[in-house]
């Protein structure tokens, strides 16, 4: 399949991307081989293959959900640098 300049320019477009003419010249062989690869894998049969989204089974890694006691709060508290006996103070961020 040999891709056109001006469907890389309207693609481009689309994507909101400015590209100059050198730009667009180094990407016409590099597309054009990507979408010639696209090729030969639409003539392989797929035909009972199945779909495919994971390489593992794992359907979750989590560890179970168990009820535990907190972390006191003195000792939450106390590896920060500024804290004001209830919360971690930080710097404010929103205007």
Known sequence: MKITKQEIERVAALARLELNQEEIARLIPQLDHILSYVTKLEKLK??????????????????????????????????????????????KVVG
């Open 46 to 91: 797929t035909d009972g293959v199945p779909v495919t989204t994971h390489t593992q089974s794992h359907t979750n890694a989590f560890r179970d959900d168990l009820v535990q006691e907190s972390l006191p709060r003195e000792k939450a508290l106390s590896n920060t640098a500024n804290e004001n006996g209830e919360s971690f103070v930080v710097p």
